[in-house]
C-alpha cells in the first residue's frame, strides 16, 4: 500500500494518533457500541472516523450486557501503533486531547445540552442520569 517508508510512517503516525483522539472523545462523550463497523478506516492515509452515535452518554450501561470499557483498544489495534505500543504517539495523544476538551469545557457543555433538550433523541434512556455529562469529573 505504501511503496516509500516516509508515508508509511505518516500513515501510522495518522491512524495513531487519530486513534487516540476518537478514544478520547468517545470517553468523554460516553460512546459506545464500538466494533469494527463503526470504525472506519482510511487505506490511504490512515486516520480513522467513528460512525453511528446511537449510543452517546453511557447509553451502552443500560444494555442487557453492559458495556464497562471506557473506549476499544484491542491488541490489534495497539500493534498497528508500532513499537512504542499505546505508551508512545497514543499516549501523549490522549493526554492532548484530554487537555483541550477541558481547556474548552464551557464550549463543549454548550454543544451538548442541546441533546438533553431535543425530543427527537434518546440518547439518554432511561437508567443513566444528565450528571454524566458533566466533563471534568470524567476525564
Known amino acids: 500500500m505504501f511503496p516509500e517508508s516516509g508515508t508509511w510512517f505518516a500513515a501510522r503516525l495518522r491512524y495513531t494518533r487519530s486513534c487516540a483522539v476518537m478514544s478520547m472523545v468517545g470517553y468523554v462523550l460516553g460512546l459506545g457500541d464500538r466494533h469494527g463497523e463503526n470504525i472506519l478506516f482510511e487505506e490511504g492515509t490512515g486516520g480513522i472516523l467513528h460512525v453511528d452515535f446511537n449510543c452517546l452518554f453511557n447509553k451502552g450501561l443500560t444494555l442487557d450486557k453492559p458495556e464497562l470499557v471506557p473506549f476499544r483498544l484491542t491488541q490489534n489495534i495497539v500493534d ?60
Open 80 to 139: 498497528a501503533f508500532g513499537a512504542y505500543g499505546y505508551d508512545g504517539p497514543f499516549r501523549k495523544t490522549c493526554e492532548i486531547t484530554l487537555s483541550l476538551l477541558r481547556q474548552n469545557e464551557d464550549a463543549l457543555m454548550t454543544v451538548l445540552e442541546t441533546f438533553l433538550h431535543d425530543p427527537t433523541t434518546d440518547f439518554l434512556g432511561k437508567k443513566v442520569s444528565t450528571s454524566i455529562l458533566q466533563v471534568s469529573p470524567r476525564c
